[in-house]
């Protein structure tokens, strides 16, 4: 390789968070034009390699070289990183909602003379670079009216705005339907014919195989290794060893399952969006869930998957809302999700950051959330018997973390659904309603979590689990439903599943043939 194809290298650069080495030594180069991927588990160091380089973390603060264009860098702030053309898109997106799509692409970056902005000149220019990344929506377009695929674009465009020569990309497709990740993978591949480099950190490993150049493995803030796409290094078995140290052909754990009888029943469920009254957004949904069983909801976005869920654990998510609901034979009626985890029942929100955890508090304290009353008396809370849980938890679950005194927002996503998992389980429940469960995870905390998901069946609880990823749900569920636009088209086993005919129920509009169990 000439020194004249090489945009970027990371030379030896360690960075440490307290008693903690989060990167150490790791090199890292980058060739002019390529996409390149960046694979590691939750923890590996790779968002935190990216602050590094895009002067999230300045000069100063981590040891080592960054050399960008043949210069040596020493960025102070994320502003000198973008003078130079890198940007990092994170994986939470920084667009204000509230403000309009040619506003947010001109953040910081505004069309002005004299300190006056010129109107004219941003809505034409936001247009041409939404023009740019395939975008149709008008430039005044609020951010909050566009949804979240549409919102990724607006950011690239906001990249492209900067005169972006190097474009990194945290988990772009974590939160994005088949499509709109389509459509983004097939944007930087465009990119690369125009010349544009980009980094892009993905824990879907088909997406990286798909686009990526090469791809380098980071493993405890260490680097692994670099493969070459062109020499047939990158297949997804060699990553995954890179990755986890070990081979992991088995992408789920295998258990023989021990199904009891009903445990959990819903009977014409129905609900209305709770500020549009007029809009059903479930209709005559009726499914069940037997003692040791992992039921699957598999939909496209906008299915009713997440709303269902939610309407059912104490009409936490509509209007409206009727039905009738039954647990071992006896008719709930829950009106507030404190009925609910009364009842025995409990939700993973699929926003572990905002509505599973409290990200300022400790491991300990979010474990204990959802058991107040059963670690207290007389409204005061046994710390004692607490961290003796929390504890208990972080070691059953593999929880890395120092200590349960650690602050949760410092852990990776891997081990914050860990922290969320603990507090359910903590509960004690009976029926389990997982939302995404693996979200923005990699492929070995995944396997971790699913072992945690076939424990708890083994146990007899009733699982209910909600993915976006078709191969996770037929992967580990027993039975599966299909839903499109609020209702059930498809019931079908394990056995019978295959991802086509699991596709025909997300896409239909009638309720297709149930293939009922033997």
């Not at 961290?387 to 927002?409: C, F, H, M």
């Not at 839903?483 to 896409?507: P, S, W």
Request: with cysteine.
């Amino acid at each position: 390789m000439n020194v004249s194809d090489v945009i970027l290298e990371m030379k030896d650069i360690t960075k440490q968070f307290a008693s903690v080495k989060a990167l150490d030594k790791v090199n890292f180069k980058v060739k002019r034009g390529e996409i390149h991927a960046l694979c590691g588990e939750n923890g590996a160091g790779k968002s935190t390699l990216m602050k590094v380089l895009s002067g999230v973390y300045p000069f100063g603060d981590y040891e080592g070289d960054i050399v960008f264009e043949d210069g040596v860098c020493q960025f102070k702030n994320i502003r000198q990183s973008e003078d130079l053309g890198i940007v990092i898109i994170h994986q939470e997106l920084a667009l204000i909602p509230h403000l309009s799509i040619a506003e947010n692409i001109f953040l910081g970056n505004e069309q002005e003379k004299n300190g006056i902005i010129n109107w004219n000149e941003t809505l034409a220019e936001a247009k041409k670079y939404l023009e740019m990344v395939g975008l149709s929506e008008s430039p005044e377009t609020l951010i909050t009216d566009i949804g979240v695929g549409k919102q990724q674009l607006v950011e690239i465009a906001k990249a492209i705005a900067k005169k972006v020569k190097l474009l990194i990309l945290d988990e772009p497709t974590a939160a994005l339907n088949e499509d709109d990740s389509e459509n983004l993978l097939n944007l930087l591949l465009t990119f690369k014919e125009q010349g544009i480099t980009s980094i892009i950190i993905s824990h879907k490993l088909n997406e990286v195989t798909a686009v990526s150049d090469s791809i380098t493995i980071l493993r405890d803030g260490q680097t692994i290794e670099t493969l070459d796409k062109a020499k047939g290094e990158a297949t997804e078995e060699r990553i995954i060893k890179g990755m986890v140290g070990r081979d992991l052909s088995q992408r789920f754990p295998e258990r023989e399952p021990n199904i009891g009888e009903v445990i959990f029943e819903v009977k014409n469920w129905n609900a209305y969006h709770p500020l549009h009254k007029d809009r059903k957004i479930l209709d005559d949904i009726n499914f069940h869930i037997r003692k040791g069983e992992i039921v699957g909801i598999a939909g496209l976005m906008g299915a009713g998957r997440t709303e269902l869920a939610m309407s059912i654990f104490g009409k936490s998510y509509g209007a409206k809302i009727s039905g009738e609901m039954f647990k071992d034979g006896k008719e709930l009626r829950l009106n507030h999700a404190t009925d609910a985890i009364e009842a025995g029942l409990a939700y993973v929100s699929e926003d572990r950051k905002g509505n599973g955890l409290l990200l300022e508090e400790t491991v300990m304290r979010n474990i204990s959330l959802a058991s107040l009353g059963k670690l207290s008396s007389n409204g005061v809370m046994n710390e004692y018997e607490e961290a003796k849980e929390a504890e208990d938890y972080r070691k059953k679950l593999n929880i890395k973390t120092p200590s349960i005194w650690q602050l949760v927002g410092n852990l990776s996503g891997g081990n914050q659904q860990k922290v969320v998992l603990s507090k359910w389980m903590l509960s004690e429940p009976d029926i389990l309603f997982l939302d995404e469960p693996t979200r923005g995870i990699d492929v070995g905390s995944k396997y971790e979590i699913y072992t945690i998901i076939q424990e708890l069946a083994a146990m007899g609880k009733g699982i209910c689990m909600i993915s976006s990823e078709l191969p996770e749900i037929l992967g580990i569920c027993h039975r599966i439903y299909a839903m499109n636009e609020g209702r059930i088209t498809g019931e079908v086993l394990q056995k019978d599943a295959t991802g086509e005919i699991m596709m025909g129920y997300m896409t239909s509009h009638v309720e297709g043939e149930i293939k009922n169990e033997k």
